[in-house]
């Protein structure tokens, strides 16, 4: 028994509950008698919604395979040979599922060192080897290929990544060694780094073709069937394959200096997976092989060890998971179906709205406005945006033509909202507005009918109190930009019923959103921690701290952009009134900063100007503003800072605002983009020692989250 064989029988029994993939040989005689060929075929046993993974157990499987694929190569009976997936999936990386169990650096190592001794085999067999990307490939799916001579890759491949980085680790079965190698470290450096911090950003097949990763590509329907004319005619010498030279001299260092510059301005040094992969990138200049993979196993096993990749692996799942089977959410049978879209209000959110309601549910959608010439505007920027995806091939004619047929809109309230099932408000953020417009819409919409609000701080109780039917109100809360960010916060009021809150649970899964369930308490979950986290950063400067000092104080949380930045994203109007509403409701912990009064009084928009193309702070702000003498560390402000988050969280579980801890980080991740690698925010402040030292206890039991004891 081979050393390898040892080390993934350990590792499997350290993770009986792996999905495995069996790795079938199949034989054939290739097109253009260019002789017999052995194709390796990656499958789990289950359809396409369960992508095939690479546990230990599976890589064992691969591993016997090639055990038959390399006698046959040595004694001459095959000419080739290639691996390739079950319909839709070539494999999607390493299970994580086992890398959460795991709780010794030696088992860790032995994860790396095993993937690599099994894969390496793949480029020292007697003949040319052949991988045939035909559906999603990601991490160790995207690597076996790396290993192999020759990639061809599909034309309809949708998803195709090296996502690690983004969770915290780094490709480490080849990934970071070999593709500099092949395409360049500019390239890698952009597949590796840039795409992964980019919130995993996906390549198609076309970009996997022209960035000299596959060496061909076929359209999706004869995929296998054209690879294989190809691979005969490569075998037979018709076909030669040219790959550029790679530049192994300033180039390369400039493209890894260019990815350390793009993980500074995303993590700030806060998260060290694109760092390490990035010293792996750098050594690979001199082509060693095996240097590199010794690295990759080194880093990965310290990385498998350390809490960010723990907290991405959680991140990952509660998205993945908790975001789709959402806490609370009432039985979806009791839901009613909807035919029909009434939006109340014409302006930019009320209009994106309706963009989004027309587009993942085509049915007819209806705006009203105080006037025509609001109304025209909000239908006329849903046409354009149509228009804009007909431009870019994303719809066709067709399609183009029957989205734009099934939106309107009219003045007359009973008119458009008569046989409406749903009905949501996106007008001004003022209760007594809100409540007039309900009430309207009360008067004329049908009995059944769910009406919503996406008011993001007001009471979603206190707006129904007045109707006929408040059980059928319920708080639909989504987060700018609406076709970007998935979450949707969904508001049970004091006396919604089941059957309009199982409704709305329905329409956020066809609007494809992240729904959380929320108690209806001032601001929800998203607003009321980010204004809890703005006023603590705006204290400390009204107090007398540089701005520039309480903007960098928190940059190693690597936030996806600066607390002023945000301020200026949001609008400190905005800002402003959801301090108002929460200091309302909770005057001893929330401030409302005179210095942010008076920037909103000044109709400006933001603290910075641009004109160096970098923030700089604008001269008239600086001059309106007037602080205190206390000028605090950047430690000190970071400090106060998660204190007051940490209190703030604790509060609101105490309160049943959400179920548990997890629902407030996929708030955080879906609804405000923090990182995957803090886990959201609770398995921070749990690692930083901050829960336990503001509130008694952590937020997550250990293990969660984090390295089990």
């Known amino acids: 028994?081979?050393?390898?064989?040892?080390?993934?029988?350990?590792?499997?029994?350290?993770?009986?509950?792996?999905?495995?993939?069996?790795?079938?040989?199949?034989?054939?005689?290739?097109?253009?008698?260019?002789?017999?060929?052995?194709?390796?075929?990656?499958?789990?046993?289950?359809?396409?919604?369960?992508?095939?993974?690479?546990?230990?157990?599976?890589?064992?499987?691969?591993?016997?395979?090639?055990?038959?694929?390399e006698k046959e190569a040595a004694d001459g009976t095959i000419v080739g040979a290639g691996v390739t997936g079950k319909p839709f999936i070539f494999a999607v990386g390493a299970d994580l599922k086992g890398v959460e169990l795991?709780?010794?650096?030696?088992?860790?190592?032995?994860?790396?060192?095993?993937?690599?001794?099994?894969?390496?085999?793949?480029?020292?067999?007697?003949?040319?080897?052949?991988?045939?990307?035909?559906?999603?490939?990601?991490?160790?799916?995207?690597?076996?290929?790396?290993?192999?001579?020759?990639?061809?890759?599909?034309?309809?491949?949708?998803?195709?990544?090296?996502?690690?980085?983004?969770?915290?680790?780094?490709?480490?079965?080849?990934?970071?060694?070999?593709?500099?190698?092949?395409?360049?470290?500019e390239k890698a450096v952009s597949v590796i780094i840039e795409n992964s911090l980019n919130q995993n950003k996906q390549l198609k097949g076309r970009q996997v073709y022209e960035l000299g990763i596959a060496d061909a590509i076929f359209e999706g329907a004869d995929f296998l069937e054209q690879s294989l004319i190809w691979t005969a005619?490569?075998?037979?010498?018709?076909?030669?394959?040219?790959?550029?030279?790679?530049?192994?001299?300033?180039?390369?260092?400039?493209?890894?200096?260019?990815?350390?510059?793009?993980?500074?301005?995303?993590?700030?040094?806060?998260?060290?997976?694109?760092?390490?992969?990035?010293?792996?990138?750098?050594?690979?200049?001199?082509?060693?092989?095996?240097?590199?993979?010794?690295?990759?196993?080194?880093?990965?096993?310290?990385?498998?060890?350390?809490?960010?990749?723990?907290?991405?692996?959680?991140?990952?799942?509660?998205?993945?998971?908790r975001g789709k089977r959402p806490a609370g959410a009432p039985d979806k049978s009791l839901a009613r179906p909807v035919t029909k879209v009434g939006v109340v209000g014409a302006g930019l959110m009320a209009s994106q709205l309706a963009l989004l309601f027309l587009r993942r549910l085509e049915v007819p959608v209806v705006l009203t406005d105080i006037d025509q010439e609001r109304v025209d505007k909000g239908v006329g920027y849903v046409h354009a945006e149509i228009d804009k995806l007909l431009g870019k091939g994303?719809?066709?004619?067709?399609?183009?033509?029957?989205?734009?047929?099934?939106?309107?809109?009219?003045?007359?309230?009973?008119?458009?909202?008569?046989?409406?099932?749903?009905?949501?408000?996106?007008?001004?953020?003022?209760?007594?507005?809100?409540?007039?417009?309900?009430?309207?819409?009360?008067?004329?919409?049908?009995?059944?009918?769910?009406?919503?609000?996406?008011?993001?701080?007001?009471?979603?109780?206190?707006?129904?109190?007045?109707?006929?039917?408040?059980?059928?109100?319920?708080?639909?809360?989504?987060?700018?930009?609406?076709?970007?960010?998935?979450?949707?916060?969904?508001?049970r009021g004091e006396r919604t019923d089941d059957a309009s809150l199982a409704t709305a649970f329905g329409v956020a899964k066809k609007l494809k959103k992240t729904a959380v369930l929320v108690k209806d308490a001032p601001a929800f979950v998203v607003n009321r921690i980010l204004t809890r986290f703005m006023g603590e950063i705006q204290n400390v400067i009204d107090e007398g701290t540089p701005v520039a000092t309480a903007e960098k104080a928190v940059e190693p949380l690597g936030l996806p952009m600066s607390p002023l930045v945000l301020l200026e994203l949001v609008g400190p109007a905005i800002g402003l009134h959801v301090s108002e509403t929460l200091n309302r409701s909770f005057p001893e912990r929330f401030t409302v900063s005179p210095n942010l009064k008076k920037v909103v009084e000044a109709g400006k928009r933001g603290f910075y100007v641009y004109d160096s193309g970098k923030p700089e702070l604008d001269p008239e702000v600086a001059a309106l503003l007037e602080q205190g003498d206390t000028v605090l560390t950047e430690e000190q402000v970071r400090a106060r800072v998660l204190d007051a988050v940490a209190q703030e969280i604790g509060l609101m579980l105490d309160e049943g605002v959400v179920a548990e801890a997890q629902d407030v980080d996929l708030c955080l991740i879906t609804g405000a983009g923090w990182p995957f690698h803090l886990g959201g925010i609770t398995p921070y402040l749990d690692r930083e020692g901050v829960s336990e030292r503001v509130n008694g206890k952590r937020f997550l039991e250990p293990g969660v989250a984090s390295v089990p004891a």
């Open 102 to 185: 795991l709780k010794r650096h030696e088992d860790a190592l032995a994860i790396g060192k095993g993937g690599h001794d099994v894969f390496k085999r793949l480029s020292k067999l007697a003949v040319p080897t052949f991988a045939y990307y035909n559906g999603a490939a990601m991490g160790g799916g995207v690597e076996v290929g790396l290993h192999c001579t020759y990639r061809t890759v599909s034309a309809a491949l949708p998803a195709f990544s090296l996502p690690e980085v983004f969770l915290g680790l780094v490709p480490g079965w080849g990934g970071c060694t070999l593709l500099p190698n092949l395409i360049g470290a």
């Open 394 to 491: 994303r719809i066709n004619q067709d399609k183009a033509n029957r989205l734009k047929a099934l939106v309107s809109g009219v003045l007359d309230k009973a008119e458009g909202f008569a046989d409406a099932d749903f009905i949501i408000e996106a007008v001004f953020e003022e209760m007594g507005v809100k409540q007039k417009v309900f009430a309207e819409v009360e008067a004329v919409a049908p009995a059944h009918a769910i009406l919503a609000t996406n008011t993001s701080s007001l009471s979603v109780s206190e707006m129904a109190s007045k109707l006929k039917n408040p059980e059928r109100v319920v708080g639909f809360h989504f987060f700018n930009p609406v076709a970007i960010l998935p979450l949707l916060e969904i508001v």
């Open 1 to 69: 028994m081979s050393t390898t064989a040892e080390l993934l029988k350990g590792a499997a029994e350290l993770f009986p509950g792996e999905v495995v993939t069996s790795a079938h040989v199949r034989h054939f005689d290739l097109p253009l008698g260019a002789g017999r060929f052995a194709l390796i075929t990656l499958d789990n046993g289950h359809d396409h919604t369960k992508p095939t993974t690479l546990g230990p157990q599976s890589l064992a499987n691969i591993d016997a395979a090639i055990d038959q694929v």
């Open 233 to 321: 005619a490569v075998l037979k010498g018709e076909i030669a394959i040219e790959r550029p030279v790679i530049d192994r001299g300033e180039a390369w260092d400039q493209a890894v200096a260019k990815g350390r510059f793009i993980a500074d301005s995303k993590v700030h040094g806060a998260a060290p997976a694109a760092y390490r992969a990035l010293d792996i990138i750098a050594a690979a200049k001199n082509g060693d092989l095996q240097q590199g993979y010794d690295a990759e196993d080194q880093a990965l096993a310290d990385l498998i060890m350390g809490g960010e990749l723990r907290s991405g692996i959680y991140a990952f799942n509660l998205v993945q998971k």
